[in-house]
C-alpha cells in the first residue's frame, strides 16, 4: 500500500535520537496492574526496528478525573519484560530532569517519559491544530530529537500537541502499528454490503460524533446501539429510563436533542435494544424498554435484543465493533457483549473488533483469532472507518511535504 506519509522504511534509523509517541492506554486495577497488554505488545515491531536508537516514548493513560488516569511507570515495567532492552522511566515530560535523561540515552536503550496528559496544555481543548506546535512541551522536546515517529493509531483521531505538534517541527513517519493498522482498514474503506457498525462503550461524545459521521457518509446499512448511548437513544425515543440512568452520564442533556434528530433523520438505519438487562437486588433482571420504570441501573443489552443482533450480525459482509454492550467486567451484566462477540465470530465475512476493551474480552474469551482484524484503535477505528480524515493522518502527510528531501539518511 502506497501512502501520502512516510514510514520507517523510508528512514535510516540507527544512532538517531528518535521521539515515538506510541498508545499504550491499557486497562488497569488499582493503578498498578495492567489488565490486558494487547497495546503494549503492539509497538513491539517498532521498537525492534528502533533497536540501533536512542528511543524515547511519549504516551497517555486515560484522562485528567478518570480512576485510571494513572502513571506510565507500570506500562514501562510491563515493557521490560517484553523487550531485550534496557527500558528506563522518568517521572517527568519534557523538565530538566526528563531532558537530561533524553541526552543521557545510549544506542539501544529506551525511556519512557510520564504520562503526557499529565501536562494541562496536551488536553486543554482550544488549542487550534496549527498551534499544537507552539506548545511549550514541543519547543523544549523538539531541539533532542533528529526525528518524530506516530505510531499511536488508537490516539489519531485526537488532536492533541503530542500527536500532532512534533509533526510541524520534526521529521516525521508513521510506526509499524500506525501502517498495519491503515493498510488493512483502508481495505474496507468502501465497505462491502450489508454493513453494520456496532457502537458501545462509555465515551459516548466521542461515539455520538462518529454515529453522525457512519450516517453522513453512507458507511452503514445499520447501527447496533449498544453501551451508555442506549440510555440517550431510548430517552429521546421517550422511554422511561430514569435520573438513575441520566446521571452517569455527563450533559445528558445537550445530547438527547442530537439524538432526536439522529432518529428523525436516520432512524430506520439505528438499531435499538427492544429490551435491557437492569440490576435489582444486585442481580440482573431482563425487562422490555416499554416496561421500564427508570428506578434501576441498564446494565446490558436484553435476551431479545441479543437475538436481533445476533441475526443481523451473521447476515452482514462488514461488521465493525467498538465497545462493550454493557457493564462486561460483571459476569451477569457480560452476556450481551459475550453474545455479540460470539455472533461476529460465526460471520464468514470481513469483521473488525476495535478498542482495547472489546479486543481484550475477545482475547480473554479466546475468540480473538476468530475475528479477522483486532484494531488497536478504538474511537480512532471507527472514525477512520466512518469516512472521517484523521487528524493524525493529515499531519503525517503535512510532515512529509514539508520535510521532503530533508528525510534523516
Ligand atoms: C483510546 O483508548 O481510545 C485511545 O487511547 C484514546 O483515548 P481517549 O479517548 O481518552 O482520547
Known sequence: ????????????????????????????ANNSTILETTRIKSILPTLEALKNSKTVLLAHQSRPGKKDFTSLEVHASVLKNLVDR?????????????????????????????????YSEEVAEDIPPENQAQTIMVKKLTPLFDLFVNDAFAAAHRAQPSLIGFTYTLPTVAGKVMEKELT?????????????????????????EIVKNILKNGKADKILLGGLLVNVFLEAKGYKIGEINKGCIKKFDSYISEAKNILKEDGDKIELPDDVAIEKDGKRYEVSCNELQGENRILDIGLDTI????????????????????????????????????????????TVVGGGELGGYAEI?????KIKHLSTGGGATLAL?????????????????KFKGRIVN
Open 86 to 118: 534496557p527500558v528506563k522511566f522518568i517521572d517527568d515530560i519534557f523538565g530538566t530532569a526528563a531532558r537530561n535523561a533524553i541526552k543521557e540515552l545510549k544506542n539501544g536503550e529506551i525511556l519512557v517519559l510520564e504520562n503526557v496528559r499529565f
Open 184 to 208: 488493512v482498514l483502508n481495505k474496507i474503506f468502501d465497505p462491502e454490503r450489508p454493513a453494520v457498525f456496532i457502537i458501545g462503550g462509555a465515551k459516548v461524545d466521542t461515539k455520538l
Open 1 to 28: 500500500m502506497k501512502f501520502k506519509f512516510l514510514t520507517l522504511d523510508d528512514v535510516s534509523l540507527a544512532n538517531k535520537r528518535v521521539l515515538v509517541r506510541v498508545d499504550i492506554n491499557s486497562p488497569i
Open 307 to 350: 437475538v436481533k443482533y445476533s441475526n443481523i450480525i451473521v447476515n452482514s459482509k462488514t461488521v465493525v465493533a467498538n465497545g462493550p454492550l454493557g457493564l462486561f467486567e460483571r459476569e451477569d451484566f457480560a452476556l450481551g457483549t459475550r453474545e455479540i462477540l460470539d455472533a461476529m465470530t460465526k460471520c464468514r465475512h470481513f
Open 365 to 369: 474469551l479466546g475468540v480473538s483469532g
Open 385 to 401: 472507518l466512518s469516512g472521517e480524515k484523521l487528524p493524525v493522518i493529515k499531519a503525517l502527510e503535512e510532515s512529509a511535504k
